[in-house]
């Protein structure tokens, strides 16, 4: 009979039971999410980068917005003193 040799495997440590553990974790609220909202209302790594997107835009928005009203003042305060 031929002997069997398997991978050598690493030894069961903290880290990798502690891996085991949170992935066990995140599969669990994942699947409870899913459960609960429904699959077409769980968000993906694409909604996240789509809504960081808008809300990225929005603010530079609201600074040029900022800018321009900033600027007009000044405009006027150099009118107002050249007179």
Known sequence: MAAI????????G???VSR??????ADLVTGVQRRV???DKVRTA???AWAATLENRA???AQAE???EVAALVARR???RAR
Do not use: K
């Not at 040799?5 to 069961?12: I, K, L, M, Y």
């Not at 085991?20 to 974790?25: D, F, I, T, Y």
């Open 37 to 39: 909202v429904g699959d």
């Open 46 to 48: 694409r909604d996240n």
């Open 59 to 61: 603010q530079h928005e």
């Open 5 to 12: 040799r398997t991978a050598p495997t690493e030894p069961v």
């Open 78 to 80: 150099s009118l107002v």
């Open 66 to 68: 900022l800018t321009r």
């Open 20 to 25: 085991a553990l949170v992935s066990a974790a």
């Open 14 to 16: 903290f880290a990798n």
